[in-house]
């Protein structure tokens, strides 16, 4: 019996155990494929239910000049955005319109817009907004009930502290903190960092779990970039080139300032530009005013846009010109080198060649007659310069033509630069007939960028090294340890280190008595050489330019200007580039420390510093004023000057005025600017002197002809007698080479 | 047991009542213990009620035991808890000075900018030229100092000696008031 009931026990045991495997059988087999086959993606899909994802922005790097000045940086913003399809009614639509527009600035019309788009639930009203506007917005969407119908999300915003200094070497970032041009756009990697993220578990209703569930994966923020722009160098070529524009009615001027032995570009601007905080913004008046006048939307839409990218646009890299007379001295670097041509080389010119039929024109009408190789580059003789292309040949030519870098890209850390296209911006040298042989001799038939120029010009300066011209200095992480130094690199020896001091005292030359005496500083030998080209894509406009470095004898740094399309009678690369290369050699010199040497001559014309005479008595004030070569000027009845202008230590020309005041109350007198333009030295400051004004001398005084063109202090302007108006002088005569 | 025939559904005989021959105790009176049955017992009894004592008190302890147990458990999950809702709150307090921090270092980048587009080298020197009247140093204004010699360690107690040509020592002891 109890073996009948064990083995019934047996059996039905086994039939619950058939039972349940059967039963729990399909259960496993669909595990097994949720979990083993099907894994992964059920895995995947919980992460994506159960789990909060949210990223933390890096901050973007930031991007400082030499001295560490800030050029740009970055800072967290808000974005304001709404869900239209949360809207209720019209009345509520209509208090979101009206409170942002008051809020943020945005037009009701682009709320409305917003609004209109019932089945989104994503529309971006402003970004990059400040904290107060958040505040403001937070407060707006408190006392309306609007939670999450109107949102804040986090933002970035980038600041350029200097508006448009360097803009078009900077540039710009656009939606996402994302470079769009200049620097900003080439380091762009560089600078963005990479992203952080904060990974909580959600509960149920979406609301993130207790911290045990999170894991925070820490932004790495972007690196630093240090430039090798100086700030001072900088300003006083945007300073100067925006005044070349102004002066000269031009269409656009641009510069560089490069460090000759390790190819570090100190400065570079383009006028006119644009404010980095505004880049689709334009503020020329004129131009927004023609325009509106454009009836089309889309045809004013597409100009508007066009205005801007000519605005964006680096002319120093990304423009072609031609470079006219300027390339003079790397024809005569060639032949030199080559072996063409010694320097006791010589040829008459008699104002014209003729070539291949053609008549090429020297701009001195009964030409220069015999002219060894210095005194043609002084003179810039078309005629001179075809003969020494022809002698040097077009095989040896296209050679130097490559060697000084202008067959392909300088290789600059910028973004658009320039490419040169073989036989359409410049001819290969199967390509160079006698008749192209001849125009590119003197720089004219193909088209080369600002940047290639200098860095060819430079490399004449520091002994025939062709250096790659780069911005980025080095590189800073964010705890400002430096992790990259740019080391400055060579690309090939264009010339030997005797050419180059053999063109370099020719090109010294030009300055002293030829076209470029417009860059002569006083204490400095500048070498450099004046262009004026006829564009060939327009009729009848010119690029005048002119490219110089200094001190002649121990190259530091090399200057080039180009002013396009000059609408002045004198429209030369001498008469309106060089003196705006003076102004920036000038205070580049002097920012660099490099101490000027005055030569007895330059010593004799130096301008007096006035003596402090204030307390003594009014007798003994006029001596020593009238002992050190000045004038004075007694106002009141005093006995003893109590004030003067102007003060002690001011520097004046020789025989400027001294106002010497001698009772309290009249302590400062006015007088009337009056108008210095067209004169010579000594007639602008006997003029001034004799209205109770003195005045600093800018600009070259080398030779007699010099005349004034600009003054500090505008005509008919009320100003304190005594004080010193600066005063800029140019020649327009020899000056000429086109 | 009855044979169990296979055939059948039951095997009935199972089902049989079994007679359990019991022992049946007559009715009548009931005979006292004896004495020593008396004594026995009352020891029997005291021992236990010892023994209930003891196992009274045992069970006490056990019970005070596991008391302690649950209150230590307790407490620890109170702990646990509390440093829970401590490091809650903690985390809560730190994102929330992040989050200032950030609105901090914004507001100094925003006014660090402004700052700084005040006091641009174009500001400064209009301001300087228009307002104050003043004018850039000529060139031959500036002394230039050489530095390439590097710097210099002058030990205290050291005169330093200065050489002064024949010129210089007439002109001092010459002039007034005396030098």
């Not at chain 1, 005629?383 to 000084?404: D, H, L, M, N, R």
């Not at chain 1, 101490?595 to 003994?620: Q, R």
Request: charged share 20%.
């Amino acid at each position: 019996m109890s073996r009948i009931t064990n083995k019934l026990k047996i059996r039905a045991i086994i039939a619950v155990f058939i039972f349940f495997v059967f039963g729990f059988s399909l259960d496993i087999g669909r595990l097994f494929w949720l979990q083993v086959i099907n894994g992964e993606e059920y895995k995947a899909k919980a992460e994506q239910q159960q789990l909060s994802d949210t990223i933390i922005n890096a901050n973007r790097g930031t991007i400082y000049d030499s001295s560490m000045s800030i050029l740009a940086q970055s800072a967290s913003a808000w974005l304001v955005y709404i869900n239209p399809s949360k809207v209720k009614d019209d009345e509520q639509s209509e208090l979101i319109k009206n409170g942002l527009s008051e809020i943020l600035g945005v037009s009701e019309e682009k709320i409305e817009t917003a609004l209109s788009h019932k089945n989104y639930g994503y529309e971006k009203i402003k970004g990059q907004i400040e904290y107060n506007d958040k505040q403001e917005v937070s407060t707006f969407i408190n006392e309306n009930d609007l939670y999450g119908i109107v949102n804040i999300d986090p933002d970035t915003k980038r600041y350029y502290p200097y508006a448009n200094f360097a803009s078009t070497v900077l540039g710009f970032t656009g939606s996402e903190d994302m470079g769009r041009s200049g620097l900003e756009l080439k380091y762009n990697d560089t600078l963005t960092g990479i992203a952080g993220r904060v990974i909580t578990a959600k509960n149920a209703r979406s609301g993130s779990m207790p911290n045990e569930f999170e894991t925070t994966f820490d932004p790495e923020q972007g690196t630093s970039l240090v430039l090798t722009i100086e700030n001072a160098i900088q300003y006083s070529l945007e300073k100067g080139l925006m005044q070349a524009v102004i002066d000269n009615n031009a269409t656009s001027a641009y510069g560089i300032v490069m460090d000759v032995e390790t190819g570090a570009i100190l400065g570079m601007s383009t006028k006119p530009d644009y404010d980095l905080n505004l880049p689709n913004t334009l503020t020329d008046k004129t131009l927004i005013k023609r325009i509106e006048a454009i009836a089309d939307e889309s045809e004013r839409a597409k100009q508007y846009n066009n205005a801007l990218f000519a605005l964006w646009r680096n002319k120093a890299i990304s423009d072609t010109y031609e470079p006219g007379s300027v390339f003079k001295v790397i024809t005569l670097s060639a032949a030199l080198d080559s072996g063409a041509v010694t320097p006791s080389f010589s040829y008459t010119c008699r104002g014209s060649i003729k070539v291949a039929g053609n008549t090429i024109r020297c701009h001195r009408a009964g030409g220069h007659g015999t002219q060894n190789l210095e005194t043609g580059l002084v003179n810039s003789c078309n005629p001179f310069f075809v003969t020494i292309g022809q002698t040097t040949g077009s095989k040896e030519f296209y050679k130097y033509f490559e060697a000084f870098g202008f067959s392909e890209k300088s290789g600059i850390d910028l973004p658009a630069e320039a490419a040169p296209v073989p036989n359409v911006t410049f001819y290969t040298g199967d390509r160079l007939g006698i008749a192209e042989l001849s125009s590119c001799s003197f720089g004219q038939t193909f088209q080369v960028s600002a940047i290639q120029m200098i860095t060819a010009v430079s490399a004449i300066a520091n002994g025939g090294h062709l250096m790659t011209p780069y911005l980025v200095k080095s590189m800073l992480d964010n705890e400002g340890n430096t992790i990259y130094n740019a080391v400055p690199r060579e690309k090939r020896q264009a010339i030997s280190k005797s050419t180059s001091d053999t063109v370099i005292s020719m090109m010294e030359q030009v300055v002293e008595r030829g076209t470029g005496k417009n860059a002569y500083i006083a204490g400095y030998r500048v070498a450099g050489k004046t262009g004026t080209s006829e564009k060939l894509t327009k009729d009848n406009e010119f690029i005048a330019s002119f490219v110089g470095f200094a001190p002649a004898n121990d190259p530091k740094i090399a200057v080039l200007i180009v002013i396009d399309e000059p609408q002045v009678y004198n429209h030369g690369g001498g008469a309106i580039a060089a003196p705006v290369a003076n102004e920036v050699l000038e205070q580049s010199l002097r920012y660099l420390n490099i101490e000027p040497v005055y030569t007895d001559e330059e010593l004799a014309k130096l301008s007096a510093t006035a003596p402090s005479v204030s307390g003594i008595a009014v007798k003994d004030a006029k001596n020593t004023v009238q002992n050190k070569g000045f004038t004075a000027r007694v106002v009141g009845n005093g006995e003893k000057v109590i004030a003067q202008s102007p003060t002690g230590g001011s520097t004046l020309p020789k025989n400027g005025v001294i106002i010497l005041y001698t009772e309290s109350g009249k302590t400062s007198t006015t007088g009337t600017i009056p108008d210095l333009k067209g004169l010579s030295i000594s007639e602008v400051n006997r003029t001034a002197v004799n209205a109770g004004f003195n005045i600093r001398i800018s600009g070259s005084t080398l030779d007699g002809e010099v005349r004034s063109y600009r003054q500090s202090i505008a005509p008919s302007t009320k100003a304190e007698l005594g004080a010193i108006i600066t005063v800029y002088f140019k020649t327009n005569s020899g000056v000429e080479d086109f | 047991m009855a044979g169990y025939n296979r055939a059948e559904a039951y095997d009935l005989s199972l089902f049989e009542e079994q007679i359990v021959k019991q022992k049946i105790e007559p009715i009548g009176i009931k005979k006292a213990p004896p004495k020593n049955e008396n004594k026995k017992t009352a020891a029997k009894m005291t021992a236990a009620k010892s023994r209930t004592n003891a196992a009274y008190r045992q069970k006490l302890r056990r019970a005070f035991k596991a008391s302690v147990f649950a209150v230590l458990c307790l407490s620890s999950l109170a702990v646990i808890l509390l440093s829970r809702a401590q490091s809650d709150e903690m985390t809560r307090e730190i994102a929330q000075l992040e989050n200032e921090l950030k609105i901090a270092q914004a507001e100094t980048v925003r006014l660090n900018t402004a700052l700084n587009s005040l006091i641009s080298m174009d500001r400064v020197e209009t301001y300087a030229e228009d307002e104050l009247g003043m004018v850039k140093a000529e060139n031959h204004q500036i002394t230039y100092i050489n530095m390439s010699k590097g710097d210099m360690i002058v030990l205290s107690g050291q005169k330093a000696v200065i050489k002064k040509d024949l010129t210089t020592r007439l002109k001092e002891l010459f002039a007034y008031p005396p030098q």
